[in-house]
């Protein structure tokens, strides 16, 4: 049987449930085990702790599957925890007015390394591991099993999958092609997703609950959604009432699908509603010609993957937010988000308290939101709360 045993005293987060452990805490691996093979993990004494998969090649050396040692991990294990995972959420699949969300949430949901989504009657489905890799027919025929989806695409997360010292991954795993755009729902709304190329997996499904949240700001505000991708914000906030709407993106590719987007909601953008180019930019030029605005919506990119580009990302948060800031007529709403895990939620407060301390305004937090119910956060895993947001009075 393969094993690794740790070192000694490395055993405390294992007991805690925390599903990562890094390869200096190993001591030494035993029956030569392949990258992403079941192993038993011992402590430094040999006593079992868990059963997790191994890639040598990955700084985070060993991810936790299971605690118990009478239940191996088999293709048993495999397609009840999945099963599990869907189960769970049992009532979004009841919803008339929403027919795409996660169902596999990695780490969060027991499947280290796993994504999956369901757009429509398509599934779409991210491995991230080795481990993910060896048994990806399994999760394949589980799904096809459960949900009987018209097609089943994946998508790489190239970052995470070179971490892993893997190679690109895309295509179509089973069923049919989906359309290039394929129309979903969201809220009673409609969105059109290309799951081939999109961003992501194609659409950012984990702000389905804060677009809500957020267009219940909108009303009689004229409104500027920065880095809009495919324009859900904006979107939302029209159709609550939002007297006008700015979208800005870099990618005149999710500028095209936001025109569509508004277009089968029955809104017609017209071309000095979109703004194509670098927000922290646009923001200064908006500035400088005195414009304003009554909501802001301020969602970019993962501006820090690592903790270790915290720092640098700190000061990109703060600018954004400064920006911002000076943009929002008194009493403007803004709401500010981080997907970046590197920042926690006590951090990106602090940076939105620097950019106003800046600005000369004051701030009163109205809401603080994270990422959708479907995204969940494992108590015992804090990393996977990854997206952070907050609405903000600018007094
Ligand atoms: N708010 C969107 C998701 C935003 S994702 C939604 O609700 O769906 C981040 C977006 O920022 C992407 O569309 C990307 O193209 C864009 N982007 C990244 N860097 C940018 C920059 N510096 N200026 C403008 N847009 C940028």
């Known amino acids: 049987m393969n094993f690794v045993n740790l070192k000694t005293g490395k055993e405390k987060p294992v007991r805690l449930h925390h599903p990562w452990i890094f390869s200096g805490a190993i001591a030494r691996a035993g029956g030569n085990p392949e990258p992403g093979e079941i192993v038993a993990i011992n402590d430094a004494g040999g006593a079992f702790l868990a059963w997790g998969y191994y890639n040598p090649q990955s700084q985070i050396a060993l991810r936790l599957l299971e605690w118990q040692q009478s239940a191996p991990v088999d293709e048993n294990w495999w397609r009840r925890k999945i099963g599990d995972a869907i189960h769970r959420r049992n009532h979004l699949f009841q919803r008339d007015d929403t027919d795409s969300f996660r169902l596999v949430h990695a780490e969060a949901d027991f499947l280290p390394g796993l994504i999956v989504d369901k757009y429509a009657d398509f599934v779409v489905l991210q491995s991230q591991t080795a481990g993910i890799d060896r048994v990806k027919q399994v999760v394949v025929d589980t799904l096809i099993e459960t949900l009987k989806p018209a097609g089943i695409y994946e998508r790489g997360d190239q970052t995470a999958r070179r971490l892993e010292g893997l190679s690109h991954a895309n295509g179509l795993l089973s069923g049919e092609t989906a359309p290039d755009l394929l129309e979903i729902k969201e809220n009673g709304l409609r969105f059109l997703v290309n799951l081939r190329h999109g961003q992501k997996t194609g659409y950012y499904l984990d702000q389905r609950q804060n677009r809500q949240r957020v267009a219940s700001f909108a009303k009689n505000r004229t409104m500027l959604d920065a880095f809009s991708y495919s324009g859900s914000f904006g979107l939302y906030g029209r159709i609550?009432?939002?007297?006008?709407?700015?979208?800005?993106?870099?990618?005149?590719t999710s500028l095209d699908l936001l025109k569509k987007n508004f277009g089968i909601n029955s809104y017609q953008v017209v071309e000095?509603?979109?703004?194509?180019?670098?927000?922290?930019?646009?923001?200064?030029?908006?500035?400088?010609?005195?414009?304003?605005?009554?909501?802001?919506?301020?969602?970019?990119?993962?501006l820090a993957p690592t903790k270790a580009q915290a720092g640098q990302a700190q000061r990109a948060y703060k600018d954004l937010n400064l920006s911002a800031m000076k943009l929002l007529s008194p009493a403007g709403i803004l709401a500010t988000f981080s997907c970046s895990s590197g920042i926690t939620i006590e951090g990106f407060q602090q940076i939105v308290a620097w950019a106003a301390l800046d600005a000369g305004r004051e701030v009163q937090i109205m809401e603080r939101l994270s990422q959708g119910e479907d995204h969940p956060v494992r108590l015992a895993f804090p990393e996977s709360q990854y997206l952070k947001g907050l609405i903000c009075r600018i007094i």
């Open 240 to 252: 609550a009432g939002a007297t006008s709407i700015i979208c800005i993106d870099s990618s005149p």
């Open 272 to 302: 000095d509603e979109l703004v194509h180019g670098d927000v922290f930019q646009v923001l200064r030029k908006f500035h400088e010609e005195g414009r304003a605005f009554d909501l802001i919506v301020l969602d970019p990119p993962k």
